[in-house]
């Protein structure tokens, strides 16, 4: 599906949800929509549009009143909670008073997050406010909700523990290829490294861009903005805060951009 298929299709969805939202009689829980999906989902055709018309269906067919909707799109679920727009206005609304919502209706166990402090559920649950999920039709207003909510949750954690091992691994492979024939196979440079004798058959190579010009040396060499970029997200947790710290610093991107 093309992407200004997929537009068309979000914007008729956004219409169709205006017409319904709903003002919540005595008595009726108050639902609020959250629609994430990451940029692999929006590849696969699995937009807004598509988990959308399945988490108001839900709403409808549990009698509850839909009274706000939030999105996330092209936000991975192994974010913080914190990165995400759509989770933080939600955060902000859960804690107003009064709050505007009693339940938060999501397609999919992926669209809480694969990472224990991305599972954003438990602080809204703290603040009074629950979550539904559609596909298997679970919510952690029970205590079996909330143990299968949980379950789901550590499920994805490890499912995102074996993608990084396994991309991982083959980063350490081929590093370990390339330190033993001695040769760079060519294509981007990773950052933190640079290539000795380029241009020189036999000779070109990888090799850490640590600083090698004696005391005289005025540059900003990319091993040094490693180290400061992981003790930066180390102490603060924010690549935002993080970017920019490498950004203060003089240090940019291979292309000479910003960090973001």
């Known amino acids: ?36 999906v990451s940029t692999e989902d929006q590849r696969k ?26 999105t996330d799109e092209g936000f991975s679920g192994s974010l913080d909670h914190t990165q995400c727009p759509g ?3 939600l955060m902000r609304q859960a804690r ?13 166990d992926r669209a809480i997050g694969r990472k224990g402090r991305a599972l954003w559920p438990w602080e809204l649950q703290d603040l009074g406010v629950f979550t539904a999920v559609v596909v298997g039709g679970h919510d952690n207003t029970t205590e079996e909700g909330e143990s299968r909510m949980r379950k789901a949750a550590d499920r994805a954690e490890d499912e995102l523990i074996v993608i990084r091992n396994r991309t991982q691994g083959g980063i350490q492979e081929k590093a370990e290829c390339m330190g033993h ?34 005391d ?38 291979k292309n000479g951009a910003l960090w973001d």
Not at 96 to 108: G, K, L, Q, S
Not at 197 to 208: I, Q, T
């Open 1 to 36: 599906m093309s992407t200004t298929d997929d537009r068309r299709r979000r914007e008729a969805l956004f219409r169709a949800l205006d017409a319904v939202a709903q003002v919540a009689e005595p008595g009726q829980l108050r639902a609020a929509a959250y629609l994430r």
């Open 45 to 70: 055709g699995c937009g807004i549009a598509y988990t959308g018309r399945r988490v108001v269906k839900h709403i409808a067919d549990k009698g509850w009143a839909l009274v706000v909707i939030v």
């Open 87 to 89: 989770v933080r206005e």
């Open 96 to 108: 107003m008073t009064p709050r505007p919502f009693d339940v938060v209706t999501v397609y999919e």
């Open 181 to 214: 024939e001695g040769a760079c196979p060519g294509g981007s440079v990773p950052y933190g490294y640079r290539v000795r004798g380029k241009g020189v058959k036999g000779e070109s190579r990888l090799e850490p861009d640590e600083c090698d010009c004696g």
């Open 216 to 253: 005289e040396c005025t540059g900003l060499h990319e091993t040094d903005g490693l180290h400061l970029a992981v003790s930066r997200f180390v102490a603060t947790r924010s690549y935002d805060t993080t970017g920019g710290d490498l950004n203060s610093a003089g240090y940019r991107r």
